[in-house]
């Protein structure tokens, strides 16, 4: 079966660094992408990687290894408003979105 | 205003009866999706269409129907409202294959069916 895996919650301080991992067994691979989600709302697109390597937004990198299923979401210089769910997604061989169940982050000041 | 509108985005509802959630959008993109998100669980596909004339079935399509009225409407319908259809959903339009194939979500429909 396909199946996405991440961890469930993270607590992190504000102005430090946090990296949320997502491993994926999917049926072919035609992409990863990254969502944010704050709590009640609607996700919004954060990055997609498609090949292998490290793709920087601001203060937001994605990084992405298909030899090994695997990927992170890294977040720097943390902000309060940065306290949301993070979902990682895997587009498969039939270009279906298969999606973890995200990563709930908590942010301290 | 929102690019992906859906309307009700609260409602309560009784075992049995027939509920329509309605999605608009203005991105004037041809696919469009329906998707219900459960606590601890992942956005599951329920319907999808490529266009107004393509409707296929997501991985959790029995006890939903939809229709492509247009372009830019696409309403997902409980024939038959059931308590573990309580849920909150959500409408998303996307470009075609060429381009990165990113959601854009409407503001979700929190459905609750006592």
């Known amino acids: 079966g396909q199946n996405i895996d991440q961890p469930t919650e993270m607590t992190a301080t504000e102005g430090a660094i946090v990296q949320i991992n997502c491993t994926y067994q999917?049926?072919?691979?035609?992409?990863l992408f990254w969502y944010q989600q704050h709590a009640g709302e609607a996700p919004t697109f954060l990055s997609y990687n498609v090949l292998d390597g490290l793709e920087e937004k601001g203060r937001f990198s994605s990084f992405l290894s298909r030899s090994k299923g695997y990927s992170y979401l890294l977040l720097k210089e943390l902000q309060m408003k940065d306290s949301a769910s993070y979902l990682c997604?895997?587009?498969?061989?039939?270009?279906?979105?298969?999606w973890g169940a995200g990563t709930k982050l908590i942010i301290k000041p | 205003d929102a690019d992906v509108t859906q309307t009700p985005r609260n409602r309560i509802t009784k075992t049995g009866k027939r509920i329509m959630l309605e999605c608009s959008q203005t991105?004037?993109?041809?696919?469009m999706y329906w998707y219900r998100q459960d606590p601890g669980l992942g956005l599951r596909l329920i319907y999808y269409?490529?266009?107004?004339?393509?409707?296929n079935k997501g991985e959790i399509s029995d006890g939903y129907s939809v229709s492509r009225q247009a372009q830019a409407k696409f309403s997902l319908s409980l024939e038959s409202a059931i308590p573990n259809q309580t849920a909150l959903y959500f409408c998303?339009?996307?470009?075609?294959?060429?381009?990165?194939?990113?959601?854009?979500f409407g503001e979700g429909s929190r459905l609750t069916v006592l």
């Open positions: 997604a895997v587009r498969d061989s039939n270009y279906q979105l298969i």
């Open positions: 998303a339009t996307s470009a075609g294959d060429l381009e990165t194939g990113e959601l854009f």
């Open positions: 999917t049926s072919g691979f035609n992409g």
């Open positions: 991105k004037g993109h041809d696919r």
């Open positions: 269409s490529f266009d107004v004339k393509d409707i």
